[in-house]
């Protein structure tokens, strides 16, 4: 499966931005997905996750409350609402699949190109 992460851009601190993840050449429907970020200079971190039937997901302490995870299988699409973003929130978003609920990168595999999010403040 090849998945494109986009919807990234420019948002002022307290703004809001949904990113997509897109699957091409395979369904999505039977994956865990998690998003993930990377600022520059540190290393990539887990923000969230949902599994493929979209009963259980988790979240990054730092993002929770803002950010919301979903996903809509019909559309072999997951969502990443992000609001009241921050500063700090500023990073590559990464999306990729899971076969179980993980939250460190070794846990995952096909890693789209990820989406640039720059938030001002």
């Known amino acids: 499966v090849q998945l494109q992460a986009s919807g990234g851009g420019l948002a002022q601190a307290g703004g809001s931005l949904r990113l997509s993840c897109i699957a091409s050449?395979?369904?999505?429907?039977?994956?865990?997905i998690g998003w993930f970020r990377q600022a520059p200079g540190r290393e990539r971190e887990f923000v969230s996750v949902i599994t493929w039937g979209g009963d259980e997901t988790r979240y990054a302490r730092s993002v929770k409350g803002r950010f919301t995870i979903s996903r809509d299988n019909a559309k072999n699409a997951v969502y990443l609402q992000m609001n009241n973003l921050k500063v700090e929130d500023t990073a590559i978003y990464y999306c990729a699949t899971a076969w179980s609920v993980g939250i460190t990168v070794s846990d995952y595999n096909n890693w789209g190109q990820g989406t640039l999010v720059t938030v001002s403040s």
């Open positions: 050449k395979d369904t999505l429907s039977t994956y865990t």
